[in-house]
């Protein structure tokens, strides 16, 4: 594992965060079953839990949603940790299979979790393909929650073949989740369930016509699911 801090003047390194703590960004450079990740942890002086996202298909951890829930849990008193998969890293376009993308992921998590972000109550989470990564992986990593933005539920119809639907890996988690989506996703819109909420916001996939409404299901999320978390253990 390698790590540096990135310099000043390029949105990253030692600032002052939004509610006038400490934070500094941190690249990391892990090792995978399947190649180099890179994980960007973005850390406070005093943490009460720690947010691990994962990026979509489509757009790196530059996604407008995942900066705006970056924001949002640092304002929570979170250690927040942007996700790059390895296939990402390598320049690659098309993601890797299920099944390499969850070994990775598993991989960083387990890293963290025994470094940068040991003994931190673990919401992990992440936009469309990181967000199925999250939920498939979620017993494994030891979440307490997970957070998805813009899960998508149905895949596009082939012709002569019938509907899909992942809404199984939803089902499948057993902690508390938040599903963050645009009121026209094209990937449809997941039910709410016993551990389910499901909170709309303006939009679609992109999540980017009200950033704001995102920062504020995420804000108003957080810190309840960390809670009961802790006050259950």
């Known amino acids: 594992m390698s790590s540096s801090v990135l310099p000043l003047g390029r949105g990253d390194g030692v600032r002052s965060g939004s509610i006038g703590s400490i934070f500094r960004v941190t690249v990391l450079e892990l090792d995978t079953p399947h190649g180099p990740a890179r994980a960007h942890l973005h850390s406070i002086e005093e943490p009460r839990a720690a947010l691990v996202l994962g990026h979509g298909a489509g757009r790196g951890v530059d996604a407008p949603d995942l900066v705006t829930a970056t924001e949002a849990a640092r304002s929570e008193e979170f250690d927040v940790v942007l996700v790059e998969q390895p296939y990402l890293v390598a320049g690659r376009r098309s993601p890797a299979s299920a099944p390499q993308l969850d070994a990775a992921w598993i991989s960083v998590v ?7 972000l040991a003994s931190l109550p673990l919401v992990v989470g992440g936009r469309s393909l990181g967000a199925r990564v999250a939920c498939r992986t979620a017993e494994t990593t030891g979440a307490v929650a997970v957070l998805c933005l813009a899960f998508p ?5 082939r012709a002569g073949k019938p509907p899909q639907s992942r809404l199984p890996e939803l089902d499948a988690v057993m902690v508390p989740t938040l599903v963050v989506q645009g009121e026209r996703d094209r990937f449809g819109m997941p039910p709410p369930g016993p551990t389910r909420e499901v909170v709309k916001v303006p939009g679609d996939h992109g999540l980017k016509a009200d950033l704001e409404a995102v920062a504020a299901a995420v804000r108003a999320w957080l810190p309840g699911v960390v809670a009961k978390a802790v006050s259950a253990s």
């Open 110 to 116: 387990e890293q963290l979790c025994a470094g940068e």
């Open 153 to 157: 539920l149905e895949p596009p119809r």
